[in-house]
């Protein structure tokens, strides 16, 4: 695998294991391409099959669940049934190592995704979910969370149920909604304020597979850069974030398990 990597690429590698060495508070920020290479389509990965024809403005919207609750719940019930096989990658891996090496330290390491896959639970890692968790649901009405739905309890299934009939609440008749944030809707306030702390407060923001467009989540680099903060991106392709200082640009699972050996031996 180094043999893949340049020279060059190496030598950043090593710039930002020393400078996440040396610093004592670091927020990191993972989006949808931390879980590309476990088989999980980014954001802008084009729709296929059943779903193409469908935008954004259709399917992950509040209007377009009243629109049409159906039709909504069924994209969710499939992009469940898509992740449902998917194992973390090296990357999420290597952050879960990370995370439990800095617990004998005195490092501060704050994990924050806007994925709403399970991949980094999955590797063992304590991670804030800012967009929502795939496998939760909730009333559409009076927000009740709807228990029984997490990712274990379609497992412990014989046959996973991932069927689009749509439920409604025992309190109030509402519809069941995945606990997911819609465009257009407020982020979970106590996720937020997490995300928003660590940035704020961190000495080294590293951002991985995110494409830095989508708000306000795109907007915690730039608090952490203004509050100081030196800015790591992993990402193979550019990114319109012109603050970074050292940009790794590999695929996460070829970067994260070469940057963490290099810090955990340092
Ligand atoms: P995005 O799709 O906008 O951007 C993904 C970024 O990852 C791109 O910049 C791409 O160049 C990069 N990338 C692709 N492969 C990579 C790899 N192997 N290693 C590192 N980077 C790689 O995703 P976003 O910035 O997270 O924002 C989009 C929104 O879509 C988020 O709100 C998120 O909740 C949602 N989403 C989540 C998932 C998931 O949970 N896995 C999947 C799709 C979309
Ligand atoms: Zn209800």
Redesign the pocket.
Known sequence: MLAELSPALIAEVELAAKLLTSKQHICILT???????SG??????KQTGLWENYGVEDLATPEAFTRDPKLVWSWYQWRRQL?ADKKPNP?HVALAQWQYHTQSSNQSLTLIT????DLHEQAGSMVTHL?GN?WHNRCSQCETACQGQSRASYHSEDTINFDDTLMTCPHCGGYIRPDIVWFGEALPVQAWQTAEDAAANCEVFLS???????YP?AGLAQLAKQNGAKIIE????P?PNTIVDITLAE???VIMPLLIQKITAL
């Open positions: 989006g949808a391409g931390i879980s590309a290479e999980i389509p980014t954001f802008r990965d992740v990357a806007q994925n709403v896959d967009h795939l991985i597979g995110t494409s830095s467009l989508v989540a992993i990402n193979p392709n990114t695929k996460a699972g």
